[in-house]
């Protein structure tokens, strides 16, 4: 049993590997052997040493759009959360916010960002979470408010054959089917998140996180460097995918998918 | 106020409006349901059984007559949990484990966690389930599922158990076990039990009383009272046994003596 559970994650684990190693080795090559000028795309070998010498450069560039795209994830999946609840009970404020929320929805939230340079000055992050929490904003009331709603005849029915106030049976049945839902709305939420808190940066503020890093280091010619930042930028993506994701699963717990 | 009915129905009816039409689904039922009894209530689909089964739980109102549950209103019945109730799908809640199904309705109604584990061990042995405590609803079949929601309708210990088609989903064979099982748990708890079914062996095996009722509009037809002996000692043995199949026989007559002219009814659960 555990041998082939075992040989399972091998199964899983090992093709890809192979798969992105081979990929890298032929980049290598190619770009060796072809002679790719550096600007046009470097070797995965000079970028791996920019990321070698600079390690702490990037951990910190890291830190910085990380922590922008986690202040605005919790703060928009906050703020989703209880407005979905709120519109869950009150129809007539789900009706006037299904329209804002349509807009929310569309609009390009990192086109704002530099309107929002100029109200909290250049030198904030505040901008960057801002954007951050927007597009988090979204996902994560849709998903709420349609898990809120999906509360089973059955389920209802029985919590009036027990008579339970209106606040146990949400407590009891209606949080908890719920759940489910919301979580799957932060994890398509935080890929938004790390996104938008990345981008938000190209468009100004201070020059900390990793997207400021990779325009500069590519208007630099640093071209190796630019591209470290973007591995950095993936591990960040990756993080918040694969944490959302392990809360999505444990709050799943005992269902059926 | 008197205590002498588990349930007492006086002429009720209820009439459901869909659009231009209106569907009688009850006429004039009357019925009275004596502490400690079994009694099935059986008929075609549509005959109003199952609306007949949510009136005496409150979970419907009928448009005339009285539904009283031991002397008082049935929504009081209910606001007092006077009844424990099981219907045709489990109902289970997903996210919660055998025992701490089984601890809802005495969570909501906050009995103090000592007695509330020591309760969900009693109901767990009861229904055979001992080993399943920790195990999510998904893990479990059809028949197992059933029996939780079961133990969940008697957590409370109520004087009245209201069951709708509560085997309806299972093989014959976990539905013959079944109801050997109930029969014993309705002997063990001296509890009145309203059964809604549409299986005539199965009204049979498990009632003291069963109510044939007929559909559009829904009517009791006749009551036949059955004679099969203390429900301790009904077990496999009593389904092969002359008595119950005279009484299978009494019961489809009464419920095929309208004639051949029985309509296709409608689903009105």
Partial sequence: MRSSRLSAVWRAVVPPVVFGVLLIAAWQAFVVGAQIKPFLLPAP??????????????????LVTGGNALVGLIAGALVAVVLAAVAAAVRVIDHLSAPIVAAIAVLPIVAVAPVLYTMFGA?????????????????????????????????????????????????AVTLPGALPHLFSGVNVAASLAVISALVAEYFGGPQTGLGSLITSAAANSGYAAAWAYVVGAIIVGLVFYLATLGLERAVSRGRVA | MSDAHAVQIDAVSRVF????RTVTALDDVSLTVAPGEFVSLIGP????KSTLLRLVADLDAPSAGTVSVFGKTAKQARLDQDYGIAFQQAGLLPWRTVAANIALPLELHKAPASARRSRVAELLALVGLEDFAGHYPDQLSGGMQQRVAIARALAEKPRLLLMDEPFGALDEMTRERMQTELVRLSAETGAAVVFVTHSIPEAVFLSDRVVVMSPRPGRVTRVIELALGPAAERGERLRESTDFYAAVTAVREALHGE??????GVETR
């Fill in chain 1, 45 to 62: 070998s000079a970028i791996w040493q920019m990321i070698h010498q600079n390690p702490g450069l990037i951990w910190r560039a890291s």
């Fill in chain 1, 123 to 171: 030198g904030s992050q505040l901008p960057r979470q801002i954007v951050a929490g927007i597009a988090a904003f979204a996902p994560v009331f849709l998903n709420t408010l349609r898990g809120l709603r999906q509360v089973r005849p059955i389920h209802r029915e029985l919590m009036t054959a027990y008579a339970a106030t209106p606040w146990q049976a949400t407590r």
């Fill in chain 2, 17 to 20: 409006a869909s659009g231009r």
């Fill in chain 2, 45 to 48: 689909s549509g005959c109003g």
């Fill in chain 2, 259 to 264: 004639g051949a002219a029985l309509p296709v």
